[in-house]
Nanobody, 124 residues
Framework: QVQLVESGGKMVQAGGSLRLSCTAS????????MGWFRQAPGKEREFVAA????????HYADSVKGRFTISREDAKSTVFLQMSDLKPEDTAVYLC?????????????????WGQGTQVTVSS
């Protein structure tokens, strides 16, 4: 089992920046591909960003390319999502996820392990 705990969500103004963190425990973090997803009220959960276990490959949703950056620090078992130029449409609960299969994170959006989420609210 892998336990994931997100932090860093809060209310910010449009154009602002925020960094989310997700700390893992339970299994060797370096073995897992990590992803960030988000779910806005009344909408389906959507993929935001992913980083491969090796750290040498990342993918982003078109809606966040150029504004969000995913990174990982294996020594701290933590994955980060640096968000800049935030827009009201970025408002959502952001969830961290992990899976041994990178394609599951990026393509199918059905990773095995999920955190509880952290709320990000962007005011206009």
């Amino acid at each position: 089992q892998v336990q994931l705990v997100e932090s860093g969500g809060k209310m910010v103004q449009a154009g602002g920046s925020l960094r989310l963190s997700c700390t893992a425990s339970g299994r060797p973090f370096s073995l897992y591909n990590m992803g960030w997803f988000r779910q806005a009220p009344g909408k389906e959960r959507e993929f935001v960003a992913a980083i491969k276990w090796s750290g040498d490959e990342t993918h982003y949703a078109d809606s966040v390319k150029g504004r969000f950056t995913i990174s990982r620090e294996d020594a701290k078992s933590t994955v980060f999502l640096q968000m800049s130029d935030l827009k009201p449409e970025d408002t959502a609960v952001y969830l961290c996820a992990a899976d041994r299969n990178y394609g599951v994170v990026v393509v199918t959006g059905t990773p095995a392990y999920w955190g509880q989420g952290t709320q990000v609210t962007v005011s206009s």
